[in-house]
């Protein structure tokens, strides 16, 4: 029996990865640490909610005690953390929650799991510190292709299931650190703490950089659900500056079958990209977006086209992220499922077909939010 803490798990991909686990592995206890802050949902894990292998805790991963409890109480061999405070937006009105959740948080989940560890007869043995993180600590790529090429690629991504490239540099592994927003500087910071602990001490750790996920399950904050919805309800769809930024999208499962392979085969220390090669364009990924939900709900598609709205610009918008996945894919075997279409489709279906989970998000509370976001764009 495997104990694995999941931190994050009633969250978007944290929900996918729980799922998995507890799916795929009968014989692992899978404990799920989640706060529930406005973006954790327990609804997210209604299908797992009962089986004998799976618990939820509530917990903040920044409060220490309760956090060394848990190691104690479950005698917990892994951890995959996945806690954080994830939308670009909200860290640049409120950059104090990010540091807190992403930096001290993961502080505390390693330094708990050090406690514990080294103090066991086996020590290190078989235990393992997985931090999820995202391809934004990198920075920004330029835009050297405006209309975008297809790349050369010589790795199993070239079998016609990448799409275009919009400039000539990706983000590999080796790059160094440069981000921008309190997001990815919050992000960037708790990856270096859990890379000091395996310098340090010797803990067993691995960190993970993804690209941007979309799929059932995302908090409608974030691009491809917020249209989805606005668009159902026939609301103005506020694109960022001009609709050119660039971003690399990767189906929320293929994401957790990464987790899932690397968890149990990555090498210790080591960092992985991951990336379907799958680059967009804002302004044609809601066209594409427009026309899926049109079509699904029986109107004429595209007739939605005239919801797009330009809004302003978010402040230190990063134009370009692309991620090289070569090493995953040449060292583990793992190589995207979905082409993007397909993914779209099933994304926008889930949504329009489970509009009671999302009429419970959008209602109240964030209905509020939203409003406030946007009045002064
Ligand atoms: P999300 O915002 O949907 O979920 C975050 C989860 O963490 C929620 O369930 C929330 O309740 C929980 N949480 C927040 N603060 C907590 C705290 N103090 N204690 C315990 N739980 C807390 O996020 P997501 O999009 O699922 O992202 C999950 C992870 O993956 C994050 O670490 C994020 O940086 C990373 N990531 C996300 C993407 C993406 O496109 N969404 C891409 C790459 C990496
Ligand atoms: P988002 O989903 O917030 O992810 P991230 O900022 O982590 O990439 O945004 C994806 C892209 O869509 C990003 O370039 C910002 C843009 N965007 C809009 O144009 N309008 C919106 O309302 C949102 C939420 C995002």
Known sequence: MKNIIITGGAGFIGSHVVRLFVNKYPDYHIINVDKLTYAGNLANLKDIENKPNYTFVKA???DFETIMGIFKKYNVDGVIHLAAESHVDRSIKDPFTFAQTNVMGTLSMLQAAKLTWENLPEKWEGKRFYHISTDEVYGALEMTNPEGIKPPFTTKASSGKHHLAYGSKFFTEDLKYMPHSPYSASK????????????????????????NNYGPYQFPEKLIPLFINNIRHRKPL??????????DWLYVEDHARAIDLI???????ETYNIGGFNEWKNID????????????????EGEDMNLITYVTDRAGHDMRYAIDSTK????????????????IEKTVKWYLENQAWMDNITSGEYEKYYEEMYKNR
């Open 60 to 62: 903040d991963i920044c």
């Open 188 to 211: 960037a910071s708790s990856d270096h703490f859990v890379r000091a602990f395996h310098d340090t001490y010797g803990m067993p750790t691995i960190v993970t950089n993804c690209s």
């Open 238 to 247: 506020p694109v960022y500056g001009k609709g050119e930024n660039v971003r």
């Open 263 to 269: 968890f149990h085969k990555g090498t210790i220390a």
């Open 285 to 300: 990924i809601i066209k594409v977006v427009i026309n899926t939900v049109d079509r699904l709900l029986g109107r004429k």
């Open 328 to 343: 995953l894919q040449r060292e583990l075997g793992w190589e995207p499922s979905l082409q993007f279409e397909e993914g």
